[in-house]
């Protein structure tokens, strides 16, 4: 009986691991969150049901719950999704607007989204302080990140592109 509970015990903690998901995770995958619906609908599950209150992690929460609209067949399911995923954007940028990560998924959302949204005020200023804090980032994994977005975005002039190589 004992073996058997501590088996018990051992799978049930397994499955709670499994669903923590850090920030370096997130990086990885969140460039075929636009791309790969399968991508985008693991990443959502896993990342909905997270409790982490890190902001990068929430920053990525909403980015991610933004880019499942892309993804939904029905119209109120999407306009609900892409609006909680702005709210959580736009309240990890509150909380530090400064962080150059949280200000590129913003960028990446507000550049990708319809201009009916009404979505796109800070495409500019995200914009400009991308291109002026890029030199400074020590993490590759976010400067790589930066700069596969920025080789294929139409937001960003091939000057500015070549700032982010």
Known sequence: ???????????????????????????????????????????????STST???NIIIAYRGAITASM?????????????F??????LEQSIAADSS???????RFTIQSNCPKALNYNKNIRADK??????????????IKRMISAFAQQSTSLSETEKKQLK
């Open 1 to 47: 009986m004992k073996k058997l509970l501590f088996f018990l015990f051992l799978i049930l903690n397994a499955n709670a691991f499994s669903q923590t998901i850090t920030a370096d995770a997130l990086r990885r995958s969140y460039q075929q969150v636009n791309s790969d619906s399968v991508t985008c609908a693991k990443l959502y599950k896993k990342i």
């Open 52 to 54: 982490d209150s890190d």
């Open 69 to 81: 609209a892309n993804f939904s067949k029905d119209k109120k399911e999407k306009l609900n999704l």
């Open 83 to 88: 609006n909680s995923g702005k709210k959580l």
């Open 99 to 105: 962080n150059i990560e949280t200000r590129f998924l």
């Open 128 to 141: 400009v302080y991308i291109l002026a804090n890029y030199s400074y980032l020590s993490n590759l994994a």
